[in-house]
């Protein structure tokens, strides 16, 4: 094997090493990054190899990083982010889970879909999968798991309805493909919004599929109450926050008013105004949300 193939493949097993270390992804990134273009460099200069890290190749590498760093697009990143994670600490996906439960509670795989309809609102909402899987996992998965339902039902929803935030707008993976394939990022936007419903769409139609040919799978909870209006008004009252900020976020940039970055700086104001309203915010939070959007 070749000097190159040897870093490589050295560099790929020490990352995911520190991944199961618990290390922040950030900092391994960049730690194991600057680590072997210095083993690299260091190899061509004192064994004689030809792994091509000279000083130019440095040079430009550290100059691509500044670039990065001055890109006007890529400030959204952090802030979407930051929404995400705030959102997370206010407490509003908690809310919609409770009061969809009186919704689709009396039909069957209502809890899954109640899990999925959820994961679209998140999605929309933060743009990031790490915070709406582990946020989904940690409030529904023993909920499931109280009203018997199968582990393969309960964890694929999950998996299923976190990871639309990779396509959903406002998707950080769709920020980063706009700024490296220099394509307008609210085309991108456009163009995933209705993919990514559709998908929701038929996330749903497979829980109700399945529920239907596999009853023992998801069966219907034993405190079943009848669907009134105080239910479906309290549905409405919980949906209506991150409804609106999905509204703000998106339409500002759908209709022109607002470029992606602005529109994310509107998106973070107003989890913050959401966690404020719900009295969920606190210096600690503020802290905390800030800390996590860095290292993460």
């Known amino acids: 094997m070749e000097m190159n193939e040897i870093l490589v493949i050295a560099m790929f097993v020490s990352f995911i090493a520190l991944l199961f270390t618990g290390f922040p992804v ?5 730690g194991v990054g600057v680590a072997f273009a210095g083993i690299g ?13 000279d000083y130019s190749t440095l ?38 889970m409770h009061a969809m439960q009186g919704l689709f509670g009396r039909v069957r795989g209502g809890l899954a879909i109640s899990v999925t309809l959820i994961g679209i609102i998140l999605a929309a909402s933060t743009g990031i999968i790490g915070a709406s899987v582990v946020l989904l996992g940690v409030m529904s998965l023993p909920v499931m798991m109280r009203q018997k339902y199968s582990k393969t039902l309960a ?20 920020v980063i493909m706009g700024d490296q394939m220099g394509l307008s990022v609210g085309d991108l936007f456009m163009g995933a919004v209705f993919p990514g419903i559709i998908l929701g769409v038929f996330y749903i139609l497979y829980i ?13 909870a034993a ?10 008004w309290g549905v409405f009252k919980t949906i209506l926050p991150p409804a609106a900020l999905i509204l703000a976020v998106l339409g500002s940039i759908f209709a022109g008013i607002a470029t992606v970055t602005e529109a994310s700086g509107i998106g973070a104001l107003g989890a913050i105004i959401m966690a404020a309203s719900y009295r969920q ?10 800390i996590n959007t860095f290292n993460t």
């Open 41 to 53: 460099y260091l190899a061509d200069a004192h064994l004689d190899t030809m792994t091509g890290l």
């Open 281 to 290: 915010l606190n210096w600690a939070v503020m802290k905390e949300v800030t």
């Open 223 to 232: 405190d079943v109450q009848p669907v009134s209006m105080t239910v479906v």
């Open 155 to 174: 964890l694929g929803t999950v998996a299923g309805a976190g990871c639309l935030g990779i396509l959903i707008p406002p998707s950080i993976m769709l």
């Open 26 to 30: 950030a900092w391994a990134l960049a």
């Open 208 to 220: 109700l599929g399945f529920s239907f040919f596999k009853p023992a799978s998801a069966p219907l």
């Open 59 to 96: 040079g430009l590498a550290v100059g691509r990083i500044f670039g990065i760093m001055d890109n006007w697009v890529l400030v959204a990143l952090p802030m979407f982010i930051f929404m995400g994670l705030m959102l997370d600490k206010s407490g509003v996906a908690e809310r919609m």
